[in-house]
């Protein structure tokens, strides 16, 4: 008998314990490992769900770096992973408080660092060219540099987003550059130290030995038209009879500043279509007043070209504006929409997707050259920044194929 009271007694407990989980809105985990780790996990919350708590107790119980079980980095991490399984690679995405403000800073097109376009060169950070009147020119940095170490710190095996958080800082701070200069073949040191830095969203140059305007557009920023439409009027000022724009490498930026530096090429029609989640479709219509609606121009692309960049490929290409000439574009093609999170991260969740005015889906697709000239990775382009140093005969032996495609089809040879 003090058997059957001590089983009906426990398994009372038991109950009046279910009751009262269930009640709180929580269920135990399903399996003995979760039970044992004392997980416990949201009711309507997927059955699939328990199977990342089930990872994370083992994980917490057995892994033999403690100190590396970092609780925020190994959410970020899973956040990360999740976003990943969607496919909206290049575009849906998680980012960290610091990273949501360094993508504000980039945007509004000003930061405090030095100065310079980076890149990598056969896996080496570069200098690609230091802007005009920046701390980093003045400090005698040059383009065709390799960096070698920040402030003593080896980054040769680093991905060029540390290089440039380590580069960047507070405003009147000493950044110590250790440099190889190829050219010379010798490794120097150079302190700079940090400035405001107002980035040239548009930088453009005469090409030697023709009539011809590169107009680089490095990226959508909010001041990316005001600067296009300054780049466009000095460029027939000088003398430009035809344009080649360049957006390789360009990750895209704001929709709006999409449609209307793009609007500056087109006379009438749309620039893209906004197809949402229910399959309707919202048109952008072309803004009308552009400043190069008809003068003769080719599109440099590359597979770094990706968002707002394919929007403004797309457009030239249906309306048969111009020639596109490089590789495939990225085909990042959705709408992002900022979900922020409780510890100051978030997510930019893709909402809805971009069509070419002709409708053709960018996202997965990207959009393919009228002229495909592909380049081995590290290949030197020809910056508007390079071209004060730049003679006729360094230009036709230049290793920069697409920009001779490009004038090959605008009908120029470069000529002393």
């Given at each position: 008998?003090?058997?059957?009271?001590?089983?009906?007694?426990?398994?009372?407990?038991?109950?009046?314990?279910?009751?009262?989980?269930?009640?709180?809105?929580?269920?135990?985990?399903?399996?003995?490992?979760?039970?044992?780790?004392?997980?416990?996990?949201?009711?309507?919350?997927?059955?699939?769900?328990?199977?990342?708590?089930?990872?994370?107790?083992?994980?917490?119980?057995?892994?033999?770096?403690?100190?590396?079980?970092?609780?925020?980095?190994?959410?970020?991490?899973?956040?990360?992973?999740?976003?990943?399984?969607?496919?909206?690679?290049?575009?849906?995405?998680?980012?960290?408080?610091?990273?949501?403000?360094?993508?504000?800073?980039?945007?509004?097109?000003?930061?405090?660092?030095?100065?310079?376009?980076?890149?990598?060169?056969?896996?080496?950070?570069?200098?690609?060219?230091?802007?005009?009147?920046?701390?980093?020119?003045?400090?005698?940095?040059?383009?065709?540099?390799?960096?070698?170490?920040?402030n003593g710190e080896d980054v040769t095996s680093w991905s060029l987003n540390e290089v440039v958080d380590h580069i960047r800082g507070e405003k009147g701070t000493t950044v110590i550059l250790t440099l190889f200069r190829p050219d010379e073949n010798k490794s120097?040191?150079?302190?700079?130290?940090?400035?405001?830095?107002?980035?040239?969203?548009?930088?453009?140059?005469?090409?030697?030995?023709?009539?011809?305007?590169?107009?680089?557009?490095?990226?959508?920023?909010?001041?990316?038209?005001?600067?296009?439409?300054?780049?466009?009027?000095?460029?027939?000022?000088?003398?430009?009879?035809?344009?080649?724009?360049?957006?390789?490498?360009?990750?895209?930026?704001?929709?709006?500043?999409?449609?209307?530096?793009?609007?500056?090429?087109?006379?009438?029609?749309?620039?893209?279509?906004?197809?949402?989640?229910?399959?309707?479709?919202?048109?952008?219509?072309?803004?009308?007043?552009?400043?190069?609606?008809?003068?003769?121009?080719?599109?440099?692309?590359?597979?770094?070209?990706?968002?707002?960049s394919e929007i403004f490929a797309g457009a030239i290409q249906d309306h048969k504006r111009g020639k596109l000439v490089g590789e495939k574009t990225f085909g990042t093609g959705t709408v992002l929409e900022p979900f922020m999170l409780s510890d100051g991260s978030?997510?930019?969740?893709?909402?809805?997707?971009?069509?070419?005015?002709?409708?053709?889906?960018?996202?997965?697709?990207?959009?393919?050259?009228?002229?495909?000239?592909?380049?081995?990775?590290?290949?030197?382009?020809?910056?508007?920044?390079?071209?004060?140093?730049?003679?006729?005969?360094?230009?036709?032996?230049?290793?920069?194929?697409?920009?001779?495609?490009?004038?090959?089809?605008?009908?120029?040879?470069?000529?002393?």
């Amino acid at each position: 008998m003090n058997t059957i009271i001590k089983v009906l007694t426990l398994v009372i407990t038991i109950l009046v314990l279910m009751s009262l989980a269930f009640g709180a809105g929580i269920a135990l985990g399903g399996s003995g490992l979760l039970f044992e780790s004392g997980v416990v996990q949201a009711a309507d919350q997927p059955v699939e769900f328990g199977v990342f708590w089930q990872a994370w107790g083992i994980v917490q119980k057995n892994f033999i770096d403690k100190p590396a079980l970092d609780a925020t980095k190994m959410t970020y991490g899973a956040i990360r992973g999740m976003l990943l399984a969607l496919g909206d690679e290049g575009h849906t995405t998680f980012m960290t408080p610091e990273e949501l403000e360094r993508q504000r800073t980039e945007i509004s097109g000003s930061f405090f660092g030095i100065g310079a376009r980076l890149d990598m060169k056969d896996g080496f950070p570069m200098i690609v060219a230091p802007f005009d009147g920046s701390p980093a020119a003045k400090a005698g940095v040059k383009a065709g540099d390799l960096i070698m170490q920040v402030n003593g710190e080896d980054v040769t095996s680093w991905s060029l987003n540390e290089v440039v958080d380590h580069i960047r800082g507070e405003k009147g701070t000493t950044v110590i550059l250790t440099l190889f200069r190829p050219d010379e073949n010798k490794s120097l040191e150079i302190s700079i130290i940090r400035d405001e830095i107002k980035v040239p969203t548009v930088t453009w140059a005469m090409l030697p030995g023709t009539k011809v305007a590169m107009i680089r557009l490095s990226q959508f920023s909010a001041n990316a038209t005001e600067e296009m439409m300054k780049a466009i009027t000095e460029a027939k000022t000088a003398g430009a009879t035809s344009l080649v724009v360049d957006l390789r490498s360009n990750p895209g930026g704001l929709l709006e500043q999409a449609v209307d530096v793009t609007s500056q090429f087109l006379k009438d029609g749309n620039v893209l279509q906004q197809e949402n989640a229910d399959a309707s479709r919202t048109p952008y219509p072309v803004k009308a007043g552009g400043l190069a609606t008809d003068i003769p121009m080719v599109v440099l692309i590359n597979r770094g070209s990706a968002s707002s960049s394919e929007i403004f490929a797309g457009a030239i290409q249906d309306h048969k504006r111009g020639k596109l000439v490089g590789e495939k574009t990225f085909g990042t093609g959705t709408v992002l929409e900022p979900f922020m999170l409780s510890d100051g991260s978030g997510i930019m969740l893709g909402t809805s997707q971009w069509l070419t005015s002709d409708g053709r889906l960018i996202r997965k697709k990207g959009i393919e050259p009228d002229e495909k000239v592909e380049l081995p990775i590290g290949t030197a382009f020809i910056y508007p920044e390079l071209v004060k140093d730049l003679t006729v005969d360094k230009l036709i032996k230049s290793e920069d194929k697409q920009l001779l495609k490009a004038l090959e089809l605008l009908g120029v040879t470069p000529s002393n």
